[in-house]
């Protein structure tokens, strides 16, 4: 019996690695609450007043 490769979990063309990370870092910075800050890392500098919800934050996604 002969298995497949497996899929690697990263993406394989640098641009798409590119706009993942970039995801990740608005993710990170203006919907997740975190526990030491008590707020997002966007509201402790200044830059927001909310925590973003993931469709604030994907309605900033332009159609390709």
């Known amino acids: 019996m002969v298995i497949g490769p497996a ?3 990263f ?3 640098l641009e798409n690695h590119g706009h993942a ?3 990740y870092f608005m993710h990170y910075n203006f919907c997740r609450v ?3 800050l008590r707020v997002t890392p966007a509201m402790e500098a ?5 925590v973003w919800s993931i469709e ?3 309605q900033l996604l332009t159609p390709v």
């Open 7 to 9: 899929t690697c979990g």
């Open 11 to 13: 993406s394989k063309k």
């Open 21 to 23: 990370v970039a995801l």
């Open 34 to 36: 975190h526990k030491t």
């Open 46 to 50: 200044g830059i927001t007043n909310h």
């Open 56 to 58: 604030e934050l994907l």
